[in-house]
């Protein structure tokens, strides 16, 4: 979570889960109990949002 928040520009906890739940950015993997946030998935939902944005302009 803390490479994701700095990754994201310092975004907050809650407002990442509000991404997730919104599907701007994708499910963590829970493993042991500690959510894991695939480098690659993160990569490609960000760029789609770059994309949606750039076609929203």
């Given amino acids: ?3 994701l928040r700095k990754m994201l520009g310092g975004r907050g906890r809650t407002t990442i889960y509000r991404d997730i739940a919104a599907g701007r950015l994708p499910t963590p993997t829970n ?5 894991y946030f695939p480098e690659d998935l993160v990569q490609a939902a960000l760029q789609q949002l770059r994309s949606d944005t750039e076609l929203a302009d």
């Fill in 1 to 3: 979570m803390k490479d």
């Fill in 31 to 35: 493993i042991g109990g500690i959510n």
